[in-house]
């Protein structure tokens, strides 16, 4: 759920995102294809806050949409949603996964694509330092959401040195919490550190803000973070480890793939699986190596690998 200057917007963006979504499935080896919902508001002056009736109206509705796919998509929490949504969609269709565990659900993906995106950041440092070890690691985290909140915690358990920032200044209580610096989002994008984690929405890195950029990786939750795929190369050419988002943060889905499966849900497992994202990291940083191209390139060659195979 989000707003947007007007359909044509919107068409693009859930396009996008539904190509990623299909892109993670396949680099997560799940038996799963892609698709993503998005429900439009206008921005601009006509600018509508759906609460109350107006939001239950328009999740109803949204509901009779993936109803009427027969099975062909499932929904889930994502951004502009809550935990608290998905039961109103399921009134009008059992094809939604997230729901309560009391409900034969998994719950809230957010703390599994946490998980994902922590053992991205540790692929990343074994790869640049030697050691997967995050112990005395600069990290900076760029929103501190449902997600970027959990990526947070989980690094400085881990013994990392955080720069943390959000629009929300609410959120510096968890900055104060961790013992992190906080600062201004435009801060934290360009701070010195081992490892920038984008953790809040996309479209983050382009002509202007690579060069100004002073991390040694990029590993964050953030869907669609390059403006355009070529941006992979500014990146590359400056020396800058870029996981490619749509591995990174595929614990979402991953807990969900193990929530659909025919023996039911377990939680251990979907820790497992979600971990295993950073193995599947460093075997797309090998084959960008060995094919002398993009962390992008080489992620997208590994989808592809994958869809032909099932077609």
């Not at 990526?151 to 900055?175: E, K, Y």
């Not at 355009?228 to 988002?245: F, M, N, S, T, Y």
């Amino acid at each position: 759920m989000w707003t947007y200057d007007d359909v044509t917007d919107a068409t693009r963006d859930v396009l996008r995102l539904s190509r990623a979504m299909t892109y993670k499935a396949a680099c997560a080896d799940l038996p799963l294809g892609g698709g993503k919902g998005v429900i439009a508001l206008p921005a601009g002056p006509d600018r509508v806050r759906l609460t109350g009736r107006r939001r239950r109206d328009a999740l109803l509705d949204f509901g009779d949409a993936v109803e009427a796919l027969g099975g062909r998509y499932l929904t889930a929490e994502d951004v502009g949603m809550a935990s608290r949504d998905m039961p109103v969609i399921a009134e009008r269709t059992a094809h939604v996964t997230g729901l309560a565990r009391a409900r034969g659900g998994s719950g809230d993906p957010s703390p599994f694509t946490a998980i994902g995106v922590e053992a991205a950041i540790r692929t990343c440092c074994e790869r640049l330092f030697g050691t997967s070890s995050l112990r005395d690691r600069t990290i900076a985290v760029v929103g501190l959401g449902h997600v970027g909140s959990r990526v947070a915690t989980l690094c400085a358990r881990a013994g990392a040195q955080l720069v943390v920032s959000d629009i929300n200044p609410s959120r510096r209580t968890l900055a104060d919490r961790l013992g992190a610096r906080w600062t201004t989002p435009g801060r934290a994008l360009t701070a010195k550190v081992d490892v920038l984690s984008p953790c809040a929405l996309g479209a983050v890195f382009d002509d202007d803000v690579v060069p100004r950029l002073r991390c040694r990786a990029i590993a964050g939750a953030a869907n669609n973070q390059l403006t355009e795929e070529r941006v992979a190369k500014l990146l590359a050419a400056r020396g800058i480890l870029w996981a490619p988002d749509f591995v990174v943060n595929a614990g979402g889905i991953v807990n969900i793939a193990v929530e659909l499966r025919p023996e039911g849900y377990d939680p251990a497992t979907a820790r497992r699986d979600c971990k295993a994202i950073g193995s599947t990291l460093a075997e797309i940083f090998a084959a960008a190596d060995a094919e002398h191209t993009t962390p992008l390139a080489a992620a997208n060659a590994l989808a592809e690998q994958r869809l032909t195979a099932q077609r």
